[in-house]
């Protein structure tokens, strides 16, 4: 039988002291320091659970550990012990409830002499009971007995670690609904008990904290929030309260389940997770400062003050259900103040059981009662949702006629927040579980609804609770049993150390306190010459080949019976799939998992031909899952590799007789997107090919066949696939017509994909799986970032959580996310065509982000140094793909991504007020400032060579010219050349009647163009010293400008974009399908083709035909205005202000390939990073590095490299 206890842990100062900035040793009282796991029991080696999450110390600990000068006072209520709970999310979503108690314990004698610490020094320890059920009272009554037995002047009977571990060993856990367990602890009798399952959701929990926390109007703002899936942070000053706040929303939103990352109590040194993305629950303790966070759109709950806060506007709830939801929760909290109203308005309420108990204090009663008020809530808004299910190719609701129906029922058009809820992934998940049976048969929505509309009591929807549970007795007989010697603490005891475990301690703080004596004659100590150190290394060696070939016979005879159960018997469930999961789980060499896998090959290799009945089927694809991730995480690719191919093997035939693979069933994992492993899988069979002395590229584009099966067997999209394939073939040379042949093959295996996932299906895992691996990476170099330790695992623990698919990849959610990917749009002649985001949820999202710390205003100009800028005749300079930025804190900053780490490459000031421009050439840096001027300094020295001045207004655009000239455009609305070499302006060769923004310059013609705020674009011959024409068309102000060969583009803040002829000074069309502003215009220079970018976040793709201008592609990946568009031949970078990028190739081009269609539809996403949460104010992009870098306005640089996965 299960047990309700799992683990005793206790957490504090270990024996290896560190700082949270990961100082080794002790720097005073005034320091925070890393908690350490000290105690635990049972021993990992000695458990059939799971070992306690690694980041457990830093979470029950969230603060650190302080030191102090004294221990508990009475008086003084600071240093009173502290009771909390915390709730852990685990990778897969599963929760581990914890209870915790924090107090002062004295610092350990050893401890405190290797590390010079004062004496009678105490530290923060907390002990911690650690459970899969939620029964949050009996975890707290059970801690606080054993930490009151610790402390009793009585003392206990037995030794405290003894009652300790037949607690956690005995006490089981009770079938709900049917058991109630009675257990003692020293002489205080606890008991556990469970509801049955056909009611709501297990909360032992009050909602009280909630209620007193939040008055009416937040307490509904805040479910609000919740429901919608927004960003929220939850403030308290008390670690209690925001878990139990946490758990009581979550469970208000029955029968909804929240699907983000949560977090209810996060560790101070994870404050910067708070601007992430994607959406999260986390508590963060009031004293903590987040004052230099972004915090754009997050709903920022107050609990000490009563207070919500957000910069994004919250939808209110729809009346009726409004005012009824309200009156009612009013109801419950204030029944007297009700009571009146009613009586004044004559109105009573037919809901009597609200009135009961009004002068009660708060108990289980009323939480019983605000559970079901807003279960009736939902049961109204979403009253007839079940006619509105079609769960077919294309829809999983149809929302449209749902809002319909309830529009005409309310009179009142469809409202936002109803339309963001039934977009939400809580609903999409609700849907997903209506389908199944077990949910039909306790749906309480559904019973609810019906209740309400024959006038029955909500209450009767409930399980009777006529039937007394039976009653389970946990005695221990060796209580009173004893000499009755009692013991007694003036400390919380450590547990009995092994051999082991006490030398690793000596030696930690031997080598702490400099003894290294101590080490030296470690191997003469008795201690040492016995156990396994005794062993010679030959021993060593075969003890442990003994080991493994022990525990592989125990998988092989384990597999077989897995395959021998009976048709009715569940292989989840037996015993066979139970040990061997746990041999995979708690090996922490691999022997497991990699024995489990070899065990399948060699069952496979003598004949098996692997077929599995559904139920086996099920369980073999959970136990290869969990071997193909334990081996990640210790970079095995051996087991990786084998467990791919068995996978490839085994199958089942399902109702259609037709094979559906084992693989089929992995793509989930995260292996499979990195481009390592698959170089690692085809050096393999490269070189185990038995053909050696074939042809060298015939042979590799055969490997390359085969790993290609493998990707569309996972079901991996063919451009992610094809990517990682062509890579490979790139770097071992095939030839031109070997990968012709090998994209080929490549289709027919896409075509093999396509039949097992069908083309609706979007792999939602790799959608979100790789989406943040972290807000700030940890390869940053930041003054005043925390190092790796100040977080150590508990940082690791909140990427997995972020990078973990929020959706669990439920069918629905991908439907629907391929719907809404492949909505049809029209082009100008009214041909249906599909909205070409080459399916933007498809692309990789992993991809290597940087960010560059180093401004102390924004970013307000970036540029990249081209390959064009720094050539010269002995070659490509190394500063070619630097970024030089300018910012409000008048600074310029040159970045070299090439050294990982250490970019900053030099620091420039001169300037006084904002920097606006900056370009460059081979040897100079030019940048052009509000100050109305332009310094020119010299890129290998840094030192300021000229200030030019002889602008009125501030510098908005800076060109750096061959020939030491530099081309500068202002607000007072001049165009100046100056000579470097002379420190003069050589001419005024542009005058515009207001503010310029823009300008081209071609420097081989001479030819000038600019535009600003007057709305004109104007076009001067600088050799000619004419000006040539005057554009006159858009109507406000022109923002961007792209000048090729004869074609001027301009875009303006008309909505509009318009292309001009140079040399005949006319507008040969006007691009009009934007609905805001365009910032951007660029050329395709390949195929005369025109790309836009708006405010309104579109990218659309325009081509010249013989009949006009057309728009041909739309791309809508961008959720804010697109800032930049730099196209190249055959790659196209994208940049935006919600700080997202992407990146556009031309595979077509790139493989030497002619389309037959549009070629500017022709452009397809490769791939583009998660963003994060970041008001970018300019972006720039090196296209032959595949880097786009943007910044921010908090003085952030984000790199992003394309083409490096993490």
């Given at each position: 039988?299960?047990?309700?206890?799992?683990?005793?842990?206790?957490?504090?100062?270990?024996?290896?002291?560190?700082?949270?900035?990961?100082?080794?040793?002790?720097?005073?009282?005034?320091?925070?320091?890393?908690?350490?796991?000290?105690?635990?029991?049972?021993?990992?080696?000695?458990?059939?659970?799971?070992?306690?999450?690694?980041?457990?110390?830093?979470?029950?600990?969230?603060?650190?550990?302080?030191?102090?000068?004294?221990?508990?006072?009475?008086?003084?209520?600071?240093?009173?012990?502290?009771?909390?709970?915390?709730?852990?999310?685990?990778?897969?979503?599963?929760?581990?409830?914890?209870?915790?108690?924090?107090?002062?314990?004295?610092?350990?004698?050893?401890?405190?002499?290797?590390?010079?610490?004062?004496?009678?020094?105490?530290?923060?320890?907390?002990?911690?009971?650690?459970?899969?059920?939620?029964?949050?009272?009996?975890?707290?009554?059970?801690?606080?007995?054993?930490?009151?037995?610790?402390?009793?002047?009585?003392?206990?009977?037995?030794?405290?670690?003894?009652?300790?571990?037949?607690?956690?060993?005995?006490?089981?856990?009770?079938?709900?609904?049917?058991?109630?367990?009675?257990?003692?602890?020293?002489?205080?009798?606890?008991?556990?008990?469970?509801?049955?399952?056909?009611?709501?959701?297990?909360?032992?929990?009050?909602?009280?904290?909630?209620?007193?926390?939040?008055?009416?109007?937040?307490?509904i703002k805040f479910f609000t929030a919740v429901l919608l899936e927004r960003r929220i942070l939850l403030r308290s000053n008390k670690y209690s309260i925001l878990t139990l706040v946490s758990e009581a929303v979550c469970h208000l939103i029955y029968p909804f389940r929240w699907q983000h990352v949560y977090i209810p109590l996060l560790f101070f040194s994870g404050v910067d997770y708070i601007d992430?993305?994607?959406?999260?629950?986390?508590?963060?303790?009031?004293?903590?400062?987040?004052?230099?966070?972004?915090?754009?759109?997050?709903?920022?709950?107050?609990?000490?003050?009563?207070?919500?806060?957000?910069?994004e506007e919250i939808p209110h709830i729809p009346e009726p259900e409004l005012s009824s939801l309200r009156c009612e929760i009013l109801k419950l909290l204030c029944p007297n103040v009700m009571g009146i109203d009613q009586m004044k308005a004559g109105v009573f309420s037919s809901s009597e059981q609200y009135s009961k108990g009004c002068n009660k204090p708060w108990g289980e009663d009323h939480d019983?009662?605000?559970?079901?008020?807003?279960?009736?809530?939902?049961?109204?808004?979403?009253?007839?949702?079940?006619?509105?299910?079609?769960?077919?190719?294309?829809?999983?609701?149809?929302?449209?006629?749902?809002?319909?129906?309830?529009?005409?029922?309310?009179?009142?058009?469809?409202?936002?927040?109803?339309?963001?809820?039934?977009?939400?992934?809580?609903?999409?998940?609700?849907?997903?579980?209506?389908?199944?049976?077990?949910?039909?048969?306790?749906?309480?929505?559904?019973?609810?609804?019906?209740?309400?509309?024959?006038?029955?009591?909500?209450?009767?929807?409930?399980?009777?609770?006529?039937?007394?549970?039976?009653?389970?007795?946990?005695?221990?007989?060796?209580?009173?049993?004893?000499?009755?010697?009692?013991?007694?603490?003036?400390?919380?005891?450590?547990?009995?150390?092994?051999?082991?475990?006490?030398?690793?301690?000596?030696?930690?703080?031997?080598?702490?306190?400099?003894?290294?004596?101590?080490?030296?004659?470690?191997?003469?100590?008795?201690?040492?010459?016995?156990?396994?150190?005794?062993?010679?290394?030959?021993?060593?060696?075969?003890?442990?080949?003994?080991?493994?070939?022990?525990?592989?016979?125990?998988?092989?005879?384990?597999?077989?019976?897995?395959?021998?159960?009976?048709?009715?018997?569940?292989?989840?469930?037996?015993?066979?799939?139970?040990?061997?999961?746990?041999?995979?789980?708690?090996?922490?060499?691999?022997?497991?998992?990699?024995?489990?896998?070899?065990?399948?090959?060699?069952?496979?290799?003598?004949?098996?031909?692997?077929?599995?009945?559904?139920?086996?089927?099920?369980?073999?694809?959970?136990?290869?899952?969990?071997?193909?991730?334990?081996?990640?995480?210790?970079?095995?690719?051996?087991?990786?590799?084998?467990?791919?191919?068995?996978?490839?093997?085994?199958?089942?035939?399902?109702?259609?007789?037709?094979?559906?693979?084992?693989?089929?069933?992995?793509?989930?994992?995260?292996?499979?997107?990195?481009?390592?492993?698959?170089?690692?899988?085809?050096?393999?069979?490269?070189?185990?090919?038995?053909?050696?002395?074939?042809?060298?590229?015939?042979?590799?584009?055969?490997?390359?066949?085969?790993?290609?099966?493998?990707?569309?067997?996972?079901?991996?999209?063919?451009?992610?696939?094809?990517?990682?394939?062509?890579?490979?073939?790139?770097?071992?040379?095939?030839?031109?017509?070997?990968?012709?042949?090998?994209?080929?093959?490549?289709?027919?295996?896409?075509?093999?994909?396509?039949?097992?996932?069908?083309?609706?299906?979007?792999?939602?895992?790799?959608?979100?799986?790789?989406?943040?691996?972290?807000?700030?990476?940890?390869?940053?170099?930041?003054?005043?970032?925390?190092?790796?330790?100040?977080?150590?695992?508990?940082?690791?623990?909140?990427?997995?959580?972020?990078?973990?698919?929020?959706?669990?990849?439920?069918?629905?959610?991908?439907?629907?996310?391929?719907?809404?990917?492949?909505?049809?749009?029209?082009?100008?002649?009214?041909?249906?065509?599909?909205?070409?985001?080459?399916?933007?949820?498809?692309?990789?999202?992993?991809?290597?982000?940087?960010?560059?710390?180093?401004?102390?205003?924004?970013?307000?100009?970036?540029?990249?140094?081209?390959?064009?800028?720094?050539?010269?005749?002995?070659?490509?300079?190394?500063?070619?793909?630097?970024?030089?930025?300018?910012?409000?804190?008048?600074?310029?900053?040159?970045?070299?991504?090439?050294?990982?780490?250490?970019?900053?490459?030099?620091?420039?000031?001169?300037?006084?007020?904002?920097?606006?421009?900056?370009?460059?050439?081979?040897?100079?840096?030019?940048?052009?400032?509000?100050?109305?001027?332009?310094?020119?300094?010299?890129?290998?020295?840094?030192?300021?060579?000229?200030?030019?001045?002889?602008?009125?207004?501030?510098?908005?655009?800076?060109?750096?010219?061959?020939?030491?000239?530099?081309?500068?455009?202002?607000?007072?609305?001049?165009?100046?050349?100056?000579?470097?070499?002379?420190?003069?302006?050589?001419?005024?060769?542009?005058?515009?009647?207001?503010?310029?923004?823009?300008?081209?310059?071609?420097?081989?013609?001479?030819?000038?163009?600019?535009?600003?705020?007057?709305?004109?674009?104007?076009?001067?011959?600088?050799?000619?010293?004419?000006?040539?024409?005057?554009?006159?068309?858009?109507?406000?102000?022109?923002?961007?400008?792209?000048?090729?060969?004869?074609?001027?583009?301009?875009?303006?803040?008309?909505?509009?974009?318009?292309?001009?002829?140079?040399?005949?000074?006319?507008?040969?069309?006007?691009?009009?399908?934007?609905?805001?502003?365009?910032?951007?215009?660029?050329?395709?220079?390949?195929?005369?083709?025109?790309?836009?970018?708006?405010?309104?976040?579109?990218?659309?793709?325009?081509?010249?035909?013989?009949?006009?201008?057309?728009?041909?592609?739309?791309?809508?990946?961008?959720?804010?205005?697109?800032?930049?568009?730099?196209?190249?031949?055959?790659?196209?970078?994208?940049?935006?202000?919600?700080?997202?990028?992407?990146?556009?190739?031309?595979?077509?081009?790139?493989?030497?390939?002619?389309?037959?269609?549009?070629?500017?539809?022709?452009?397809?996403?490769?791939?583009?990073?998660?963003?994060?949460?970041?008001?970018?104010?300019?972006?720039?992009?090196?296209?032959?590095?595949?880097?786009?870098?943007?910044?921010?306005?908090?003085?952030?640089?984000?790199?992003?490299?394309?083409?490096?996965?993490?």
């Amino acid at each position: 039988m299960a047990r309700i206890f799992e683990y005793f842990v206790v957490c504090g100062l270990g024996p290896e002291i560190r700082t949270l900035d990961g100082d080794k040793g002790y720097h005073g009282t005034g320091m925070m320091y890393l908690p350490s796991l000290l105690d635990q029991y049972p021993l990992d080696n000695y458990s059939l659970y799971p070992p306690p999450p690694p980041q457990l110390p830093t979470c029950v600990l969230p603060a650190g550990v302080e030191f102090y000068s004294s221990g508990f006072d009475a008086n003084d209520a600071s240093t009173f012990p502290r009771s909390y709970p915390i709730v852990l999310t685990e990778g897969d979503g599963s929760k581990i409830y914890v209870s915790c108690i924090a107090f002062r314990d004295p610092v350990s004698e050893d401890i405190a002499e290797a590390y010079h610490i004062p004496a009678n020094s105490f530290a923060d320890k907390c002990i911690c009971v650690v459970s899969r059920s939620p029964s949050f009272r009996v975890l707290r009554n059970a801690l606080e007995e054993i930490f009151a037995l610790c402390f009793s002047p009585s003392g206990s009977s037995k030794p405290l670690w003894d009652v300790i571990a037949y607690m956690v060993s005995n006490v089981p856990l009770p079938m709900p609904g049917r058991d109630r367990v009675l257990f003692a602890i020293e002489n205080c009798l606890l008991s556990v008990e469970a509801p049955p399952r056909d009611g709501l959701p297990h909360a032992d929990i009050s909602f009280q904290p909630l209620v007193q926390c939040l008055d009416v109007d937040n307490l509904i703002k805040f479910f609000t929030a919740v429901l919608l899936e927004r960003r929220i942070l939850l403030r308290s000053n008390k670690y209690s309260i925001l878990t139990l706040v946490s758990e009581a929303v979550c469970h208000l939103i029955y029968p909804f389940r929240w699907q983000h990352v949560y977090i209810p109590l996060l560790f101070f040194s994870g404050v910067d997770y708070i601007d992430a993305p994607t959406p999260y629950m986390m508590g963060l303790h009031s004293g903590v400062d987040t004052s230099n966070l972004a915090m754009d759109g997050v709903v920022v709950v107050d609990l000490d003050y009563n207070r919500i806060s957000t910069s994004e506007e919250i939808p209110h709830i729809p009346e009726p259900e409004l005012s009824s939801l309200r009156c009612e929760i009013l109801k419950l909290l204030c029944p007297n103040v009700m009571g009146i109203d009613q009586m004044k308005a004559g109105v009573f309420s037919s809901s009597e059981q609200y009135s009961k108990g009004c002068n009660k204090p708060w108990g289980e009663d009323h939480d019983l009662q605000l559970r079901l008020i807003f279960l009736k809530f939902f049961a109204s808004i979403l009253g007839g949702y079940r006619n509105f299910i079609e769960n077919n190719a294309m829809h999983v609701f149809n929302t449209q006629a749902f809002l319909k129906k309830r529009s005409r029922s309310t009179n009142q058009p469809p409202e936002p927040m109803i339309i963001q809820f039934l977009d939400s992934h809580g609903f999409l998940d609700y849907l997903e579980r209506v389908a199944t049976l077990d949910e039909n048969n306790n749906n309480l929505l559904e019973k609810l609804q019906d209740a309400i509309g024959r006038g029955q009591n909500p209450i009767s929807i409930l399980p009777s609770s006529l039937v007394e549970p039976e009653i389970i007795t946990i005695s221990d007989e060796d209580v009173g049993a004893g000499s009755g010697a009692k013991y007694t603490y003036d400390r919380f005891p450590s547990n009995i150390r092994s051999e082991e475990q006490d030398e690793k301690r000596k030696q930690i703080l031997a080598a702490a306190s400099g003894a290294f004596e101590y080490i030296k004659h470690a191997p003469s100590s008795p201690s040492v010459q016995v156990g396994k150190d005794s062993l010679s290394p030959m021993e060593r060696a075969a003890e442990r080949e003994r080991m493994v070939l022990d525990i592989k016979v125990k998988l092989q005879g384990l597999w077989l019976r897995l395959l021998k159960l009976g048709a009715t018997d569940d292989p989840l469930s037996s015993f066979e799939y139970g040990t061997i999961l746990a041999l995979i789980e708690s090996d922490a060499e691999g022997i497991g998992g990699s024995g489990f896998v070899e065990c399948i090959g060699e069952h496979i290799h003598s004949g098996w031909h692997g077929r599995l009945t559904d139920e086996q089927f099920i369980a073999v694809k959970e136990l290869l899952k969990t071997a193909i991730n334990r081996a990640t995480s210790r970079n095995d690719l051996s087991t990786i590799r084998d467990a791919l191919e068995v996978s490839a093997e085994m199958y089942k035939k399902d109702a259609n007789n037709v094979s559906d693979y084992v693989q089929r069933h992995l793509i989930s994992l995260s292996i499979w997107e990195e481009l390592r492993f698959w170089e690692g899988y085809f050096d393999h069979l490269m070189e185990h090919s038995s053909s050696k002395s074939a042809n060298y590229a015939a042979l590799v584009a055969t490997q390359l066949i085969l790993v290609a099966s493998h990707m569309a067997g996972l079901g991996l999209f063919d451009t992610d696939a094809w990517y990682m394939v062509e890579t490979i073939a790139e770097r071992n040379n095939i030839g031109y017509k070997q990968l012709i042949k090998l994209r080929g093959f490549f289709s027919h295996a896409q075509q093999l994909r396509v039949g097992y996932w069908g083309t609706s299906s979007v792999k939602a895992q790799s959608m979100s799986s790789h989406g943040l691996s972290s807000p700030r990476p940890i390869d940053v170099t930041d003054q005043n970032q925390q190092p790796a330790e100040a977080s150590g695992v508990g940082r690791s623990w909140v990427q997995s959580m972020f990078s973990r698919d929020s959706s669990r990849a439920n069918s629905f959610a991908r439907v629907r996310q391929w719907t809404s990917d492949s909505t049809s749009v029209a082009n100008e002649n009214g041909t249906p065509r599909k909205q070409d985001l080459s399916t933007a949820g498809q692309k990789k999202t992993q991809t290597n982000v940087r960010v560059l710390r180093g401004h102390g205003g924004a970013i307000t100009a970036l540029h990249c140094v081209t390959k064009r800028e720094v050539w010269d005749l002995v070659g490509d300079r190394e500063d070619a793909g630097f970024f030089i930025s300018g910012s409000t804190d008048c600074m310029v900053k040159i970045w070299d991504p090439s050294i990982r780490g250490s970019e900053l490459r030099a620091t420039l000031k001169g300037h006084t007020r904002t920097v606006r421009s900056v370009s460059s050439d081979r040897g100079k840096v030019v940048s052009g400032s509000d100050d109305q001027s332009v310094i020119v300094w010299d890129k290998q020295t840094s030192q300021l060579l000229e200030e030019l001045k002889g602008h009125d207004a501030q510098v908005s655009c800076v060109r750096m010219l061959s020939g030491e000239r530099v081309l500068t455009a202002a607000h007072d609305g001049t165009v100046k050349m100056w000579d470097v070499r002379t420190d003069t302006c050589v001419a005024t060769v542009g005058r515009c009647s207001s503010a310029v923004l823009c300008m081209e310059y071609d420097d081989s013609t001479g030819i000038l163009a600019a535009a600003g705020r007057d709305a004109v674009a104007n076009i001067w011959d600088i050799r000619a010293g004419r000006q040539m024409h005057k554009l006159l068309g858009h109507t406000k102000w022109i923002r961007s400008i792209r000048m090729v060969g004869d074609t001027l583009v301009t875009g303006s803040d008309d909505w509009t974009a318009r292309v001009w002829s140079v040399s005949r000074g006319t507008c040969d069309a006007v691009l009009a399908c934007h609905a805001g502003p365009i910032l951007c215009v660029e050329c395709s220079m390949l195929d005369r083709g025109i790309i836009t970018g708006s405010t309104d976040g579109l990218l659309r793709f325009w081509e010249n035909e013989e009949e006009g201008i057309r728009c041909v592609k739309n791309v809508t990946i961008h959720n804010a205005a697109i800032l930049s568009i730099n196209a190249g031949e055959h790659w196209l970078g994208i940049g935006a202000a919600d700080n997202s990028m992407s990146l556009f190739q031309r595979p077509q081009e790139r493989l030497g390939l002619s389309s037959t269609g549009s070629k500017m539809s022709g452009w397809q996403l490769y791939r583009t990073p998660q963003k994060t949460v970041a008001m970018v104010r300019c972006v720039a992009s090196d296209l032959e590095r595949k880097r786009i870098c943007s910044g921010g306005r908090n003085g952030v640089l984000r790199l992003w490299e394309a083409t490096i996965n993490i």
